[in-house]
């Protein structure tokens, strides 16, 4: 198994532009997250999703949107990129149950200028 | 509001010398407790879950434990490959969410 896999692995943009960060895990996990970290802070939720077809939003959903169109994949939608999106991003995916352990992704950086 | 403290953020020791690290923690019902490890330009990676007060659970030269109120990532006679960052996040028996502390920042020289 791959895991969860991200891609790009990093990413300039210019203010203005917009990107996919993609996600897929091959685990068959229903749960899926996506995470923002920044120095010194910790990682912040910005959407999750149970399942195809249902998303919802987490602590820091502003300026994001995503979709949910198959188990495995969980793309990351960034509109008219600001400097504050400057980040590195975790896509993460758990399955529900008595372990709901989270497996995390090698990350994207992205940095807008 | 559920919310998650780690503490020291970092902390330096020598090849052998054991410590802890804190994870203090308020939810409104713990569903469980995670720890990670998160190596520089890496995801993090499953350490340990604690579901309950009183709950321990070890792995090589970790143990971790779990209170009420906190958990303690205790290190035995750690080696510089044991250097790192260690997250620790709750999961509330409310939601789906997890929170994440900032982390300790972990250095230990030979």
């Known amino acids: 198994n791959a895991g969860v896999t991200q891609t790009p692995k990093f990413r300039i943009l210019k203010i203005g532009q917009s990107m996919t960060l993609q996600c897929a895990q091959d685990?068959?996990?229903?749960?899926m997250y996506w995470y923002r970290q920044d120095p010194g802070m910790g990682l912040k939720l910005i959407y999750y999703?149970?399942?195809?077809?249902?998303?919802d939003k987490g602590e820091v959903p502003n300026g994001y949107n995503v979709s949910r169109s198959t188990t495995e994949d969980f793309p990351l939608r960034l509109e008219l990129a600001a400097p504050s999106q400057t980040s590195v991003y975790f896509c993460?995916?758990?399955?529900?149950?008595?372990?709901?352990?989270?497996?995390f992704g090698p990350g994207t950086r992205l940095l807008v200028l | 509001e559920d919310q998650v403290t780690q503490s020291p953020e970092a902390l330096r020791l020598q090849e052998g010398e054991s410590s802890s690290l804190n994870c203090s923690y308020t939810?409104?019902?713990?569903?469980?407790l995670f720890w990670y490890r998160q190596d520089p330009g890496k995801g993090p990676e499953f350490l340990f879950t604690?579901?309950?007060a009183g709950e321990e659970k070890e792995k090589e030269r970790l143990k971790a434990t779990l209170t009420k109120k906190e958990s303690f990532l205790h290190i035995t006679a750690p080696k510089p490959e044991d250097s790192a960052t260690y997250l620790c996040?709750?999961?509330?028996?409310?939601?789906?969410?997890?929170?994440f502390g900032t982390g300790t920042s972990l250095t230990v020289i030979p």
């Open positions: 939810v409104s019902g713990l569903r469980g």
């Open positions: 993460a995916s758990s399955r529900p149950g008595g372990e709901e352990t989270q497996y």
């Open positions: 685990m068959n996990h229903n749960y």
């Open positions: 996040a709750v999961q509330a028996n409310t939601g789906n969410q997890f929170y």
């Open positions: 604690l579901y309950s």
């Open positions: 999703s149970v399942g195809a077809g249902i998303t």
